[in-house]
């Protein structure tokens, strides 16, 4: 009866880490065809943002609700591609109950190595995005500078960015 047991028990844990890779790839799959949207400036992009997901960019004036997303982000989308987000390394994690994934990610842009998180929720068979924060990775070495630039470029005359 133990042995049966132990097998029933290995049986359980293989089918679960089975079903946990089996969500990640799904969820990573998501992922990248929403990047993949973006890369070919197809409006089913902001299909996969829920309605009250909110997108937060690089710049600290960025954050946004989906349909406020999809307003600034229009001129982009007119042309053959917005923006091309190839991600290098992705780390997807699961809520017990398999409704809710958040997942990190490292990513090749135009703006060169950027960071980016999410948070995703099923949605019948499929995802939608609630939140997604897009950063640019700053090495420690160059951090100064960086902090150095922005504060002089914040502190000139005329300058009317700030949070929202």
Same mark, same amino acid.
């Given at each position: 009866m133990k042995r049966l047991l132990l097998v029933f028990s290995l049986l359980l844990c293989s089918f679960?880490?089975?079903a946990d890779a089996s969500l990640k790839k799904q969820v990573n799959a998501f992922v990248d065809r929403w990047h993949d949207d973006a890369a070919h400036a197809r409006p089913a992009y902001f299909d996969k943002i829920a309605k009250d997901g909110i997108y937060i960019g690089t710049d600290k004036t960025e954050r946004w609700r989906?349909?406020?997303?999809?307003?600034?982000?229009?001129?982009y989308f007119q042309r053959k591609s917005a923006w091309a987000f190839k991600a290098q390394r992705r780390n997807v994690y699961a809520s017990e109950d398999g409704s809710v994934f958040w997942f990190d990610e490292l990513l090749?842009?135009?703006? +060169? #190595?950027?960071?980016?998180? +999410? #948070?995703?929720r099923r949605k019948g068979d499929s995802f939608e995005i609630v939140h997604y924060q897009l950063s640019m990775a700053v090495p420690n070495e160059v951090g100064g500078q960086v902090t150095r630039l922005i504060k002089d470029f914040e502190e000139k005359d005329g300058w009317k960015g700030g949070p929202k």
């Open positions: 679960a880490a089975h989906r349909d406020e997303f999809k307003a600034w982000a229009k001129p090749d842009t135009q703006m +060169g #190595v950027c960071q980016a998180s +999410g #948070v995703l």
